[in-house]
C-alpha cells in the first residue's frame, strides 16, 4: 500500500482525478465528465463547488463520499491520524472514514421507513457509541433549532413536507461532529428563517475547524459561508479533436 502526506492544515485534497461514466443501457456509451480534477479543503473552510447544471458538482461530492468510484488520481483524506486515499480505500476503510471523518447531506433525505424522525437524526451518534438517550437529547436539540414541530419527532418523516424533510437531513449530517462536512445543497428548499438557523450552524463548525466542500442554489448562502470557489467547468474533458 503506498502512504501519502497532505499538509497538516487540509482534511482534504483532491488530485488529478478523472471520471467517466460508462451508459451500460446505451451500447456502453462513454460520458467523460472530469479530467484533472484538482483542489484543496483546508480545516475550518468552506470550498464551495461551482459550475453549471450537469457540469459534475454532485459527481464530486459522490465521489469524495465514496459512492462513485474515481478513473484515476488521489482523493486523500485526513483520516484517523493517517491520510486515506479514498479513490484506492477498501470499502470497510470509506466505511470507517463515514463513520468517524465526513459528514455528508445529501439533497434529499432517504427515508427508512417505521424509523422516528428523532433516531433517524441520533443515528450517527449511536453508531459512534454513544448512548441512546443522550443522542436523542442530542437530536432533540437540534431538530428544535431547526423548527420541526415536537409532534412529529416520534413520526417517520417519509410524510413529512420536502423543507422538514430536508432539516431532519440536515440536523442528521451535523449531529456527529466530523472534521470534513459535505452539503450538497443544503438550502435549496428552506424558508429565509431556516435558511439563517442553517448559516448559523455551518458557521459554527467552521469556527471550530471543520472543512466543508459545498454546494449552494443559493448566492445568498454562498455569500455568507463560503471562502473559496472551485469552478467544475475548468475541468470538463475537452471532446477529442478539439482544438486545444
Ligand atoms: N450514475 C451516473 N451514471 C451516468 N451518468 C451520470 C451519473 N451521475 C451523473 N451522471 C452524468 O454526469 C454529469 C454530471 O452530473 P452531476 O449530477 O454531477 O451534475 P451537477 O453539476 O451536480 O448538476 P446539478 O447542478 O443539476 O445538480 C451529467 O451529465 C449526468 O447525466
Ligand atoms: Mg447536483
Redesign the pocket.
Known sequence: MTSHTIDPDLVLSVQDVDKT?T?HLQDAQR?P?LRGLTFDVPRGTCVVLG??????????M?MVFGS?GADAGRILLAHDGRVLDLAAAQPREVLAARRETMGYVSQFLRAVPRVAALDVVAEPLVERGADRDTARERAAELLSRLSIPERLWTLPPATFSGGEQQRVNIARGFIAERPLLLLD?PTASLDARNREVVIGLIRERLARGVGMLA?FHDADVRDAVGDAVVD?RAFTPQPAGAAA
Not at 453549471?52 to 464530486?60: A, D, L, N
Open positions: 461514466f451508459l460520458l465528465v459550475g453549471e447544471s450537469g457540469s459534475g458538482k454532485s459527481t464530486v459522490k462513485y445543497e454546494i467544475v
